[in-house]
């Protein structure tokens, strides 16, 4: 009976030695800063933030055909360009791996170009979506999002970061 006891103690303070010294997964690497924690739902097919909120905008059917034509277009394009990262970050491990530092650093900055690229990009999607909407649709969809506490939160986030840096 002492030498299961002893086993049972033993096992499960090997478990929590190595959950402490865990490195991150690499797979977590994948999703970084491609959605929140806990938003895995939404990635669903036919789930959006945009068919929550469509009819409160009172979208026209036309608008609401332009932006989700636009949405498919911008999501294949950021789905390229994850891809293209994850391909370099491959690239980035081997070159690591060889001590060829020069080619990881070509690497690192491609990478930052592509992160750059895609910041861009959603911003310009973003400011194209915008601008499919009337003056009316825009005012309303302020309120929504001031509304919305996950955007409280993160402009709250925001909010503290630039205190940070500016300290």
């Known amino acids: 009976?002492?030498?299961?006891?002893?086993?049972?103690?033993m096992v499960?303070?090997?478990m929590a030695i190595l959950t402490a010294f865990e490195k991150p997964c690499e797979e977590m690497e994948k999703f970084e800063g491609k959605m929140h924690p806990g938003r895995e739902?939404?990635?669903?097919?036919?789930?959006?933030?945009f068919d929550r909120i469509h009819e409160e905008l009172d979208l026209t059917e036309k608008q609401i055909e332009k932006m989700e034509e636009m949405r498919i277009v911008h999501q294949k394009e950021m789905i390229g360009m994850h891809a293209e990262?994850?391909?370099?970050?491959?690239?980035?491990?081997?070159?690591?791996?060889?001590?060829d530092f020069d080619k990881t650093k070509?690497?690192?900055?491609?990478?930052?170009e592509?992160?750059?690229?895609?910041?861009?990009?959603?911003?310009?999607?973003?400011?194209?979506?915008?601008?499919?909407?009337?003056?009316?649709?825009q005012e309303k969809a302020e309120e929504l999002m001031?509304?919305?506490p996950m955007h409280r939160k993160i402009m709250q986030?925001?909010?503290i970061q630039k205190k940070m840096i500016h300290k």
């Open 146 to 148: 001031k509304d919305r």
């Open 41 to 49: 739902h939404m990635m669903r097919e036919g789930f959006s933030g």
């Open 12 to 14: 499960f303070a090997l």
């Open 85 to 99: 990262i994850d391909i370099m970050r491959i690239d980035k491990r081997s070159a690591m791996k060889k001590h």
């Open 106 to 112: 070509k690497i690192t900055a491609r990478i930052f």
């Open 114 to 137: 592509v992160k750059k690229s895609q910041v861009i990009k959603k911003i310009e999607h973003h400011e194209t979506m915008w601008n499919l909407l009337t003056p009316e649709q």
């Open 157 to 159: 986030k925001k909010v």
């Open 1 to 9: 009976m002492k030498k299961i006891t002893i086993t049972i103690v």
